[in-house]
C-alpha cells in the first residue's frame, strides 16, 4: 500500500512563488526517481521535474530556470519550488514516485492570475 499525497498548490499572481510537497507513505522501500508533472485543461500530462535517487535533475525547457526540484529520500518527499510564474504554469500538478511501477498523486491546484 502506497500513497502518494501532494500539497501547497493554490492562487498566485504572476510572478510570484509558489512551493508544492509530495510525501509518500505506506510500504516504501527504494525510490528511484520523483516527479513533478503537470495537467492543464484541454491539454495532456507533461513532464515538469524529475529528481533521481541520487540527486540528478532534470526539467522541462518551459521551467528551466524558475523551478527547482529538490528531494528528502529520508523522509520520502519532493518538492517543487516554483518561481516567476506565468499564467501558463496553471494546472494540476501531480506528484509521482517511481518504485518497481509508477504511484501518483491526486494532484494539486496551481492558478497563476491576476
Known amino acids: 500500500q502506497v500513497q502518494v499525497v501532494e500539497s501547497g498548490g493554490g492562487l498566485v499572481q504572476p510572478g510570484g512563488s509558489l512551493r508544492l510537497s509530495c510525501a509518500a507513505s505506506g510500504r516504501i522501500f527504494s525510490i528511484y526517481v520523483m516527479g513533478w508533472y503537470r495537467q492543464a485543461p484541454g491539454k495532456q500530462r507533461e513532464l515538469v521535474a524529475t529528481?533521481?535517487?541520487?540527486?540528478?535533475?532534470d526539467y522541462a525547457d518551459s521551467v528551466k530556470g524558475r523551478f527547482t526540484i529538490s528531494r528528502d529520500n529520508a523522509k520520502n518527499t519532493v518538492y517543487l519550488q516554483m518561481n516567476s510564474l506565468k499564467p501558463g504554469a496553471t494546472a494540476v500538478y501531480y506528484c509521482?514516485?517511481?518504485?518497481?511501477?509508477?504511484?501518483w498523486g491526486q494532484g494539486t491546484q496551481v492558478t497563476v492570475s491576476s
Open positions: 529528481i533521481t535517487s541520487g540527486g540528478f535533475t
Open positions: 509521482n514516485l517511481f518504485m518497481k511501477r509508477n504511484y
